[in-house]
């Protein structure tokens, strides 16, 4: 019987031990109590039933069998009497394999060597550490009488090893003497890896915020410092070593002893932060529950810095408040530089009111921020009406594209040539600036074309903060160039073209049939030419006069642009005669054309007199190109073409090869 109560005053240390983190004062008490009741009622029946050792062996094993908590027994020759389920599955060794062996050894160790229970059979305690040297832990027991615990890593065990608390201890009879021993076995492996995730988040925390280059400071719950980084010790002039341990940190910031914002978060106040930072907090957009604020601290530096500081709690896995942290950024010199920007931005407001070139500036998020008066003037809309707003995308695009400005204030200068294709430049004046000429039809009656610049404007970080654009109104200039273009046009066009056919002239003809010629060497392309002659013309000249001649070469003229495709080009070679350049074209195809305007020609009527109809024919010549031939050959060969035309009757069409 002493023998089963040792038993459970182990196991139930051993669970007490295995869930001491969770059990609390009260259930500790039950465990105890209960093991009181288990002393009382079995003493009680001892002293009615005397039971026989039997029976306490298998009350034993029993308790052994539906524990929980892995466990083995080994009488004093090391032989092993009990192996629990628990113990088979932990260790993957069935009971019936070790029982009546010494060989428990195996389930821990790969070569063997006493557990703790055989040193405490053979009365070896005091070997006990040496034999567990290198284990994390080892010392006696604080809870069962002349037993022994240790924490070691078991890489046998499982997949990888496992952790193991594990406590050895006499069983004796009730004479004293000893039976054996007993050790039970606890898997500790996710407390230990989890107690080495924290130590390692604490080392990486410290490290951040040793390495971190914003000074930052972190308190407890008690308001404790426990982090206190170098940028810090810098900022404040205090070192980590002075104030770390302490609730001291208020004396970087202020000259008397009030609440830093951690303060107020750690004790779950957040609602007396405005009490203490009106008008200068705000909830912080990017972090829970943390909050933001920016105030001018006279006592750090010397005249005193602004800072901007975000304080936050730090909450274990579980979500329990552990704490808060709290970072601090020098922004003195960006307030200076505020100050300044605002001071340049009056003196741009002034300039830009008094430019006579109407001009606006937008911001990064595209809001208009200028509107001078000029620009007021040619728009027809105030400035009050279009500051804070981005309805200039309405006045001079429209909402489906961009101004130039929006362009360089996205940074985005490559997205130019699209919006703008073959109306930009670069500018020649201002590096990084664009301009454009483009037709707005909402600016006055009937639109207005402008010349318009844009370009960024960069504070002296060369950080683009705006950007500008101007407008110059050139609709008089355009109107007086697109005439002058026209003209131009119109003087090209009669230069190269017949101005009785309305075909190109023969000059132009030379011109291209070169470019035809070496298109068709180039890309090793047919090519075909045409040309024909008005039968009996100066007969008829001279019969009907030189008007009625006219007729029949204009009509001619209309034939050959009836007849034309895309790809041909028709000419008046000179005087009755006409030529035809057909790329792409074989000369059989060449033939058929030139056969259907022979054919169209002839139905033409002509009524030179009253009464009098009369038809007119021409006789064709028909060639096709061979590459690398020189241009007079080619002529040649169709001049002939034609004439052996005439010479077998006339009204006909030749292929001259």
């Known amino acids: ?97 070790v029982i009546g062996t010494n060989q428990h050894w195996k389930a821990f160790y790969n070569e063997e060597r006493p557990c703790m229970a055989d040193l405490l059979i053979d009365q070896l305690s005091e070997d006990i550490c040496v034999w567990y040297d290198g284990a994390a832990h080892c010392d006696p027991s604080e809870f069962v009488e002349r037993a022994y615990e240790a924490t070691d890593f078991f890489p046998a065990l499982g997949n990888e090893g496992k952790w193991l608390r594990f406590t050895a201890a006499i069983l004796r009879d009730s004479g004293g003497h000893i039976l054996g021993a007993i050790e039970t076995l606890e898997d500790i492996t996710e407390r230990k890896v989890a107690e080495e995730a924290l130590k390692e988040s604490e080392l990486r925390l410290k490290d951040i915020m040793t390495g971190s280059p914003m000074p930052a400071f972190v308190i407890d719950t008690d308001h404790r410092v426990t982090h206190w980084n ?31 914002m951690a303060d107020l978060l750690v004790d779950e106040l957040p609602d007396k932060v405005p009490g203490w930072y009106a008008g200068k907090y705000n909830k912080s957009d990017l972090i829970e529950d943390a909050y933001e604020a920016t105030d001018f601290f006279p006592a750090l530096g010397n005249g005193g810095k602004w800072l901007r500081f975000t304080a936050a709690t730090l909450k274990d896995s579980k979500g329990r408040l552990i704490g808060a942290i709290e970072t601090l950024k020098d922004i003195t010199d960006f ?190 392309h047919p090519l075909s030419l045409l040309l024909m002659d008005i039968d009996d013309f100066k007969h008829f000249n001279d019969t009907y006069g030189h008007l009625e001649g006219d007729q029949v070469l204009m009509r001619l003229g209309q034939v050959i642009q009836r007849c034309l495709r895309k790809t041909d080009s028709g000419y008046r070679y000179g005087g009755e005669e006409f030529t035809l350049t057909m790329p792409e074209t074989k000369g059989e195809a060449a033939t058929l054309l030139a056969e259907r305007i022979r054919k169209e020609f002839e139905d033409e009527i002509f009524s030179p007199q009253p009464d009098t109809e009369i038809h007119k024919t021409v006789s064709v010549g028909v060639t096709e190109y061979v590459p690398g031939e020189e241009l007079t050959i080619l002529l040649k060969r169709v001049d002939g073409g034609m004439y052996t035309a005439k010479e077998q009757g006339k009204n006909r069409v030749f292929f001259a090869k």
């Not at 009260?26 to 026989?52: D, N």
């Not at 208020?250 to 000259?255: E, G, L, T, V």
């Open 230 to 260: 170098k940028a810090l010790e810098e900022m404040s002039g205090i070192k980590a070593d002075e104030v770390i341990g302490t609730g001291k940190h208020w004396k970087a910031f202020y000259d008397r002893e009030r609440p830093c």
């Open 335 to 524: 307030r200076i530089a505020g100050d300044a920007l605002r001071e340049s931005e009056q003196r741009l407001k002034t300039v830009l009111e008094g430019l006579p070139m109407p001009t606006f500036v937008i911001d990064r998020d595209h809001i208009v921020t200028h509107w001078n008066k000029a620009l007021e003037v040619i728009s027809g809309i105030k400035a009050d009406k279009v500051i804070g707003t981005r309805e200039h995308l309405d006045i001079f695009c429209n909402k489906d594209r961009p101004c130039m400005s929006d362009l360089l204030i996205d940074e985005l200068p490559n997205k130019i040539p699209y919006w703008y294709t073959g109306k930009y430049k670069k500018s020649d004046l201002i590096e990084g600036a664009y301009e454009a000429t483009d037709f707005f039809p909402a600016l006055g009656r009937g639109g207005k074309w402008m010349r318009i610049t844009a370009a960024v404007l960069k504070d002296s970080s060369a950080v683009v903060q705006y950007a500008i654009e101007t407008l110059e109104d050139i609709t008089a200039r355009k109107f007086a160039e697109d005439a002058l273009r026209e003209s131009e046009r119109k003087y090209m066009e009669l230069s190269i073209t017949d101005g009785l056919t309305k075909l190109y002239n023969s000059r132009y003809f030379y011109s291209q049939l070169k470019a035809e010629v070496d298109r068709a060497n180039r890309y090793n």
């Open 1 to 97: 019987m002493p023998v089963f109560l040792a038993l459970i005053l182990l196991i139930s240390h051993t669970l007490f031990r295995s869930h001491m983190l969770i059990l609390d004062d009260l259930f500790r008490a039950i465990i105890f109590i209960g093991i009181g009741l288990v002393f009382a009622s079995m003493s009680e029946r001892i002293a009615k039933a005397g039971e026989a050792l039997l029976e306490s062996e298998q009350a034993l094993k029993a308790t052994l069998a539906g524990s929980p908590i892995p466990a083995f027994v080994i009488d004093t020759n090391h032989t092993i009497t009990h192996w629990n389920i628990a113990l088979e599955e932990m260790s993957g060794i069935k009971a019936d394999e």
